[in-house]
């Protein structure tokens, strides 16, 4: 069980991958509702800690929080001295409300590319039987 670089772990959860394993949409069955464990290899989301959805916030917070505030330099740069407020506002607080809608899933992946790197996985994180009951029940055939 070798764990994947950090580069490697990063662009998974950037691309709401599992980091771990790869699996595409491993962790989302939709936008906002995700499994407890990874689809493809199991990686449970906790990992005997509590407080994940905290990192994947402050994530969200810095993926979320960066862009606007380089956008809000960037017009008060262009703008100055007459700083265009209004149109400022009418695209960044949009912005500020839709941004962390996007940025949902891609704040609990990139967490867990981060927490996998500082907190090395054990077996007892891997979720196999629901791996392995995922498969029988897709693969079963019709009811005699
Ligand atoms: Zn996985």
């Known amino acids: 069980m070798t764990r ?8 998974r959860g950037l691309l709401r991958r599992c980091p771990w394993c790869g699996g595409r949409g491993a962790f989302f069955t939709g ?3 995700k499994a407890t464990h990874c689809r493809s290899c199991g990686l449970r989301w906790r990992r005997g ?3 994940f959805e905290l990192g994947a916030a402050a994530v969200a917070a810095m993926i979320t929080l960066g862009p606007l505030v380089l956008a809000l ?3 008060m740069a262009i703008t100055w001295p007459d700083i265009a407020v209004v149109p ?5 607080v949009p912005a500020a409300v839709l941004l962390p ?5 891609v704040s609990y992946t990139l967490w867990q590319a981060f927490d996998l790197t500082m907190r090395p996985v054990e077996p007892d994180d891997f979720d196999i039987g629901a791996i392995v009951g995922e ?10």
């Open 4 to 11: 994947p670089g950090l580069l490697r772990m990063v662009l």
């Open 31 to 33: 936008w906002f509702t």
């Open 49 to 51: 800690d509590v407080g």
């Open 73 to 75: 330099a960037i017009g």
């Open 88 to 92: 400022m506002l009418a695209v960044l």
């Open 101 to 105: 809608l996007a940025v949902y899933p």
């Open 135 to 144: 498969d029988l029940d897709e693969g079963a055939g019709p009811e005699p």
